[in-house]
Every structure is written in C-alpha cells, then in structure tokens.
C-alpha cells in the first residue's frame, strides 16, 4: 500500500543545550522512498535533529512523526520501523560479521527461518561474503561500515537514517558506501542523509535541505540549488597585479547586480572605439561584453557576495565572472578585454557546484556561536 504524505514531517522542532540554541523551528519534510540529504557546517545542529527523530533526544517543542507515528506520543511505534547508523560503527568487533547479524536478528525476535534468510540476503547485498566470518576487529574501515549499514537493516526498517555514514573514510571505501546507499535508493528505501561530502549528496540525494542556525535556510534539489547560483562562470587569472585591478574595475562596471560597490570603471583603450559597456538595468551591457546577466535576487535566492556577480581573488589574481559558457560569449568577454588591454593569461569554465551553494548560504557560520 502506498504511503500518505511525507515519510518524516517536522515542524517547529526547537532543541537548546543550556543557553545554547541548537534547532530553532526546524521545518522538514522527507518524502517516502527517496533520499534526503541534510547539509550545515559543523554545530549546525544535524545530528541533534537525527537523535531526536530517531527518539534518542527530547524536543524542547515542536512535533514530528516518522512514517505515521508521532514522536512525542508513540516513541515505541517509532522505533519499530527505523534504523540509524551513527558516524562511528556501533558493531561488536569480538564477533564475526555474521554473527554481528545474528545477535541483531535475535534482538529483533525474528523467526529463526526468516533470521537465515534475511542475513544471507544482507551478506550478499552489501559484498560481506569474503569476510563476513572474519572476527570484526580485523575489518578495514570499509568493511565495517558496510557491515554496520546491513545490521541496521536487518529488521527492514521504513525509514532508514544514516549520520555522516561515510566519515573518515578513504575514496575507495567511500565509493563502497555510496554504491550501498544507491541500492537503497533503488529498493525504495526512505533515507535521511546527515553529510560533510557534498559530492556524496549530489550523487544520492534526490532532495536536499540546507541547515544553518538552527533553520533550514535552503531546499531544493541538488540542480535547483545549484541554479541559484546563476550561469557557469568564466575564472580569469591575470598575469600581475596592475592587470588584475583594472580588469575587476572593469569587470564590476560591466555586472548591473553585483552586491558590493564597484570601482570606477577604466577608461577604453585607444584601440577601442567603444566607450565601456556601462551597466543598465536589463543587463544588455553585460550581455554585449559576453556576460551572463546576474539575476535579481528573490525570496529564498542565494545572496551572498559574489553569487552570481563578479568574484575576486588577489592572492591568485583570479576574477570569476557569470557567462552562459558559449564559445560566442567566451570570445565576447576575451576580446572586450583585449581590447581594453587586458591581457588574460588563464582562462577556466566551471559550473557551480554544492560546495558553492554550501558556502554562500553559510557564509557567517563560522562567526556564529558553535552549537551541538
């Protein structure tokens, strides 16, 4: 039968540790048979929300259910149909893997038929076969995760969370771990991801909710996040620090949005005819220079300095400015500049990514306070 409304619904979740406010009215919906992913800089607050979804912590208010059951009046209910893997494996390395998946079979008072049944299927889901009666204590870091991953879903929980699952470990176990988590996905599995990796919540969240200050300030998935920051941008280094200045004066003067005030602009060259392109409210100026116009920023938008307007960095003498990435555009800019007498000497496409959503949207986290 299929699930009515979201697997996870949160609303107004406040949490606070003595005068230190860790979640102020969080909103969350997680919709059933897909993953979730929850971003926010270190003391946001993500693990204190896991906990208290998975009934290990109270709410100071709010209320919240996980598939259909309230947290608050039915915590037992709860229980029953989740899992939760922490950032540390909680498997007892004394024991062998299968045995780990016994004793979690036995806690859950499966029938010993269904037991075998459901630990053979997890061995050989999550590759364990070639170690699985090895003591744990000789298991890489990998091994152990993967391990983890399959005790917690011994009892075939809903909802399954899943803090910082891959924390610590190196890229090819990483990759291990996202392999499993993307066979979750496939199986229909609801999965609320707590990570530090956004290349990890590109490649398995279809949603993704950014957490900061105890709110979550952005929503979307990872394409939409990534939209806000605008077009592709061109990344131009100059090759000294004259050059460099008078391309971000002229360069802001050309970008009608830019956020910060603009330096006058350079006057043009004598080899060009054209004075420079003066900024205009449509963002033809910018256009005609092989710009991407910068978006006016909306309700929601990303806008921190520099998100879809000019960005400069004078240790690299780098400028990235907004394009749309076509060869015409491309040309336009370098040859605006050329004819300026401003000589480029790199030029790079990049497309935004989380890390720059992620930064732009936390961008006064690291002078705030660290919660919990």
Not at 26 to 41: E, I, K
Not at 128 to 142: C, D, E, M, N
Not at 343 to 361: G, Q
Request: proline share 7%.
């Amino acid at each position: 039968m299929e699930a009515v409304g979201p697997a996870i619904r949160v609303r107004g979740l406040r949490k606070a540790f003595g005068d230190v406010t860790v979640l102020d009215g969080v909103d969350l919906d997680v919709a059933a048979g897909h993953v979730h992913a929850l971003l926010g800089p270190n003391g946001a607050g993500k693990t204190t929300l896991v906990r208290i979804l998975a009934t290990l912590l109270r709410a100071d208010a709010g209320e919240a259910t996980v598939a259909g059951h309230d947290l608050a009046r039915a915590p037992g209910r709860v229980r029953e149909v989740i899992s939760l893997t922490g950032q540390h494996a909680a498997v007892d390395e004394l024991l062998t893997g299968e045995e780990n998946l016994w004793l979690a079979a036995r806690l859950f008072r499966l029938p010993r038929a269904v037991a075998r049944r459901r630990v053979a299927q997890l061995v050989e889901s999550f590759d364990l076969a070639g170690f699985s009666r090895r003591l744990v204590k000789t298991y890489s870091g990998g091994q152990r995760r993967r391990l983890d991953l399959a005790v917690g879903l011994v009892s075939d929980p809903e909802v399954i969370f899943l803090d910082e699952p891959t924390t610590g470990l190196d890229p090819r176990s990483r990759q291990g771990v996202w392999d499993v988590i993307a066979r979750l996905a496939d199986g229909g599995a609801t999965v609320l991801l707590t990570t530090q990796y956004l290349e990890e919540a590109d490649q398995l969240a279809d949603l993704v909710s950014v957490l900061d200050g105890g709110r979550i300030v952005a929503e979307g998935t990872p394409a939409a996040l990534k939209a806000r920051l605008g077009a592709e941008r061109a990344e131009l280094t100059f090759p000294d620090d004259a050059t460099y200045a008078r391309a971000v004066a002229t360069l802001r003067a050309a970008v009608p949005t830019q956020p910060t005030p603009a330096p006058p602009a350079i006057p043009p060259s004598p080899a060009t005819a054209a004075s420079p392109p003066a900024p205009d409210a449509d963002g033809t100026a910018a256009t005609e220079a092989g710009l991407a116009p910068a978006a006016s920023p909306g309700a929601g938008d990303v806008t921190a300095a520099g998100a879809g307007g000019v960005d400069a960095d004078p240790v690299a003498r780098r400028v990235g400015v907004p394009t749309d990435g076509t060869a015409a555009a491309l040309r336009r800019l370098l040859d605006d500049l050329d004819g300026r007498g401003i000589e480029v000497a790199r030029v790079e496409l990049r497309v935004p990514t989380l890390d720059d959503v992620f930064l732009a949207l936390t961008a006064g986290s690291a002078s705030r306070k660290e919660s919990r």
